[in-house]
Antibody
């Protein structure tokens, strides 16, 4: 069974940094692309970042570009999100999410989500 | 960036009735559209992908239709466990991947 477990959330001051982790199990992590998606309190879902199966392709939302870095360690079955220069508007539940296998190229929707980790940005 | 617009924002439905949710894309996304259900305090769950294919384990009362810019999620007979917020996601033109703002289905 596929499991995604996020950790690393917490309270951080504006301008601070945080690194989120997502430990996965139940599938061959090194074969799948992964997303980070966030949800501010009471708001909808917003895509944050994507990384390809081998880490060679990375994409970011404009709102986090230059501040956040997505990475992965396939030997540890773990996805990361390094978040720097945090702002109040970055406060949210952050979900890691898996892309399904699809024989078609460039099809990267989400089939499985973690339970999320909460980031609070406050002085 | 493709903008996804869902309507209505809130849908009040009685158990056993049909619910019809709409998702519109600002430009064609072919059939590269997914639907998710999110209950309070929970992560989203994939219901439909490729506009009309039910994900594994999703009951047949959930169906999706549409292509291009207009999509519909239909719940044929609402059960108590179906009341939630539903989101559409386009994965045709990226980055960014874009979600609709959500439709809340509440008990009438």
């Amino acid at each position: 069974q596929v499991h995604l477990v996020e950790s690393g959330g917490g309270v951080v001051q504006p301008g601070g940094s945080l690194r989120l982790s997502c430990a996965v199990s139940g599938f061959v992590f090194s074969s799948y692309g992964m997303h980070w998606v966030r949800q501010a309190p009471g708001k909808g879902l917003r895509w944050v970042a994507f990384i390809g199966y081998d880490g060679s392709k990375k994409y970011y939302a404009d709102s986090v570009k230059g501040r956040f870095t997505i990475s992965r360690d396939n030997s540890k079955n773990t996805l990361y999100l390094q978040m720097n220069s945090l702002r109040a508007e970055d406060a949210a539940v952050y979900y890691c999410a898996k892309v399904p296998y699809d024989i078609r190229p460039d099809i990267f929707y989400i089939d499985v989500w973690g339970k999320g980790t909460t980031v609070t940005v406050s002085s | 960036e493709i903008v996804m617009t869902q309507s209505p924002a809130t849908l009040s439905v009685s158990p056993g009735e049909r619910a019809t949710l709409s998702c519109r894309a600002s430009q064609s996304v072919s059939n590269n559209l997914a639907w998710y259900q999110q209950k309070p305090g929970q992560a989203p769950r994939l219901l439909i992908y490729d506009a009309s294919t039910r994900a594994t384990g999703i009951p047949a009362r959930f169906s999706g239709s549409g292509s291009g810019t207009e999509f519909t999620l239909t719940i044929s007979s609402l059960q108590s466990e179906d009341f939630a917020i539903f989101y559409c996601l386009q994965y045709n033109n990226w980055p960014p991947w874009t979600f609709g703002q959500g439709t809340k289905v509440e008990i009438k």
